[in-house]
């Protein structure tokens, strides 16, 4: 069964720093990763996803993931941190029931002024 | 504009008193999920559906049901609520292959008293 963890529950960087929000996986097959965003009292935007074409991700909001197998990991990051990307940020893959997202818990960024 | 629309947005409820909550999607797709959203457990899949007249039991099923009697349309019924059912719901939907990527819609934040 595939599942993924997310490290961290919460993290913190300064505004122009660099963010960068942890996701491994664990898949028996070729994976499909993705990453959501969640904004305050909205439902999920899609951010970007791995299909097994490239593995360096861009998405929107200037993100983008690297995918990693070696390291089973698809980290996801952004070069400069603007205050408009305070959320909860997802990741998942595909493996639920018929297809569906098996989620990670979550990581609350917060940006500091 | 493509979307999937939930109703209600909120909703709060006293233990067993049976409710529904909609969701439609407007992309003709054939795969429908709900989920539920709970702090510190990200999102775990409650029910899915492939396509009219087939749905299938995900991670969290007890307690609810579903139904699909039209291609746009997959209610979530809560027969006899219970405060543990106390949740953030989203429906979501995609063409037929989760590598395509979800839709989401905005969510209904259920309390159960």
């Given at each position: 069964a595939q599942s993924v963890t997310q490290l961290g529950s919460h993290v913190s960087v300064s505004e122009g720093a660099l963010v960068l929000l942890r996701?491994?996986?664990s898949s028996s097959v070729p994976p499909y990763l993705f990453w959501y965003v969640q904004y305050p009292n909205q439902g999920l935007q899609l951010l970007l996803k791995y299909t097994s074409a490239a593995t360096l991700v861009k998405g929107i909001n200037g993100f983008e993931a690297e995918f990693k197998k070696s390291e089973t990991s698809f980290h996801l990051t952004k070069p400069s941190?603007?205050?408009s990307d305070a959320a909860e940020y997802f990741c998942a893959v595909l493996g639920g029931g018929a297809d569906g997202l098996t989620f990670?818990?979550?990581t609350h960024l917060i940006i500091q002024p | 504009e493509a979307q999937v629309t939930q109703n209600p947005r909120y909703l709060i409820t006293v233990t067993g008193k049976k409710l529904t909550v909609t969701c439609s999607q407007n992309m003709n797709h054939e795969y429908m999920s709900w989920y539920r959203q709970d702090p510190?457990?990200?999102l775990r899949q409650i029910y899915y559906s492939m396509n009219v007249e087939v749905t299938d039991k995900g991670d969290v099923p007890e307690g609810y049901k579903v139904s699909r009697k039209e291609k746009?349309?997959?209610p979530l019924i809560l027969e006899s609520p219970s405060p543990n059912q106390t949740s953030l719901y989203f429906c979501a939907s995609t063409p037929g292959q989760g590598a395509l990527g979800y839709t989401f819609g905005?969510?209904?934040r259920l309390t159960v008293v």
């Open positions: 996701c491994n996986y941190a603007h205050m990670g818990k979550g | 510190g457990l990200g746009r349309n997959f905005s969510g209904t």
